[in-house]
């Protein structure tokens, strides 16, 4: 079932904060096997010129992704999540997201389409810090497969 | 910013060290731990199949994270990273055995920008198929 185009556009509220811990941050970088030391010593990272230790450019998505579930979930635009993929993601820094802050997720329907029958979805999540000052934006492009016509009847 | 990599000594075609990262069905649930993902997908073989896949396969933020270190070891700070972004073109396949799988990352200076900013095309393998497209960084240098 093709998605409706007027949820382009559509913005969910600010997700509640999320605090980022420096024991998170080194969590995060083992299960990825990174040793930069940037990541678990804030001497390290001081030297590199950030606060406190920073996180891997790929951790926002694990704050993005949640808040992007809003949108996911939301039973107007109807998606099958069940047969969801994770087509494109990217990134746009302004600076690395580091230990002691709290964020803020406000996510966006960038682009609904509908390509050989797969529903394509792609939310804009754009991330702010206590004081309101952009930190990173995520696009993450979300494809539902077509549906299986001999498994549901219809495609 | 403190790059270690200097904008003048780069040129277009540079190529930065050439990683391989192994990937065991460890490594994925210790991912999963990690980042919330908890889709079976990636740890439960039967599911996996039941979904038409050929086994369990990694998580592709796992992929992107990967790639992603072989410019962030280049460059020594991760805070250098701009713009950072993939397209996920086939699975990494992870087999429940002691090898598991291997993503293969090499990379190459595509474009040199204004502002000391390199873009980075990147091109990850598994098992002999590209797993990531259009995948490009751009890194502000020193």
Do not use: C
Not at chain 1, 71 to 86: K, T
């Amino acid at each position: 079932m093709a998605l409706d185009q007027s949820f382009v556009g559509r913005s969910y509220p600010p997700t509640p904060a999320y605090e980022v811990g420096r024991e998170k941050i080194r969590e995060f970088a083992e299960a990825i096997g990174d040793p930069n030391p940037a990541y678990t010593d804030p001497e390290a990272a001081k030297a590199l010129g950030h606060p406190d230790v920073v996180a891997p450019p790929t951790f926002a998505f694990a704050i993005t992704y949640k808040a992007a579930g809003l949108v996911i979930a939301d039973p107007e635009l109807g998606l099958d999540y069940s047969r969801v993929v994770h087509g494109d993601q990217k990134f746009s820094y302004t600076r690395p997201v580091r230990a002691g802050d709290r964020l803020t997720v406000t996510s966006t329907i960038e682009s609904v389409k509908s390509l050989a029958g797969n529903d394509v979805l792609e939310v804009r999540g754009e991330v702010h810090d206590a004081s309101g000052e952009h930190v990173v934006t995520a696009w993450t492009k979300l494809v539902a497969r077509a549906a299986d016509p001999e498994q549901d009847g219809d495609a | 910013m403190a790059a270690t990599v200097a904008y003048d000594e780069v040129e277009v075609g540079t190529e930065l060290p050439a990683q391989s990262f192994p990937v065991t069905r460890a490594t994925l649930v210790q991912y999963a731990g990690a980042s919330g993902d908890f889709n079976p997908i990636h740890w439960n073989e039967k599911f996996a199949r039941e979904v038409g896949l050929p086994d369990v396969i990694a998580h592709g933020m796992f992929t992107m994270a990967s790639a992603a270190r072989v410019v962030t070891d280049w460059v020594g700070d991760p805070g250098a990273v701009v713009d950072y972004g993939v397209r996920f073109i086939k699975p990494v396949v992870v087999p429940n055995d002691d090898e598991g799988a291997l993503i293969e990352v090499t990379a190459k200076v595509a474009v040199k920008m204004d502002d000391n900013q390199v873009r980075v095309d990147l091109v990850a393998m598994s098992a002999g198929q590209k797993v990531l497209g259009m995948s490009r960084a751009v890194v502000r240098l020193a």
